[in-house]
């Protein structure tokens, strides 16, 4: 049976979102329940699968990684064992933070961060490129980041009936 969100387990998640370290005390009086059922929402959105992990967002620059890439990887063939095979291997990379299977143009994109620009070419030259099976990589540098959200929007869910 699938588990719906009322518009309470909704302002809890929302409200762990902007700050998954609030006690639950606190938490419990923003939402208007006393701790215990507070508690055990939280651990029922856990159970359902409506909370993935709770995480600390650090800050690229401060710790030397103020380099992120935009990587468009195209392979030779679109079958599942070449896919399944380039997603396993990149799984395992740590500068590779986001990579998504799409649609169009090229296979997947990859968000890598770097330190530097030789840092981005030893990634390339030593992992990236030596993969089988890869046909086109075209590559785009972050000049800036315009916005950056963790938060899924979930007013949008409290307007729906």
Same mark, same amino acid.
């Given at each position: ?62 710790? +030397? ?7 468009? #990887?195209?392979? =030779?063939? &679109?079958?599942?064992? !070449?896919?399944? @095979? ?17 649609? +169009? ?7 890598? #961060?770097?330190? =530097?620009? &030789?840092?981005?070419? !030893?990634?390339? @030259? ?36």
């Amino acid at each position: 049976m699938a588990y719906t969100l009322d518009a309470i387990d909704k302002k809890i998640l929302e409200i762990l979102q902007e700050d998954a370290t609030i006690p639950n005390i606190e938490l419990a009086e923003k939402v208007c329940l006393s701790p215990s059922p507070c508690s055990r929402r939280v651990k029922n959105l856990h159970e359902q699968g409506f909370i993935k992990r709770a995480v600390t967002l650090l800050e690229p620059q401060k710790v +030397g990684l103020p380099v992120s890439v935009f990587i468009q #990887v195209t392979l =030779n063939h &679109q079958v599942k064992k !070449e896919l399944q @095979d380039f997603e396993s291997v990149i799984a395992q990379w740590p500068e590779v933070m986001e990579c998504y299977l799409m649609t +169009g143009d090229f296979d997947y994109l990859l968000r890598v #961060v770097v330190p =530097n620009l &030789q840092a981005y070419q !030893e990634f390339l @030259d030593k992992k990236l490129t030596e993969l089988p099976g890869i046909d086109h990589i075209k590559s785009s540098f972050s000049l800036k980041q315009v916005r950056y959200r963790t938060e899924l929007p979930l007013e949008q869910l409290l307007e729906q009936p």
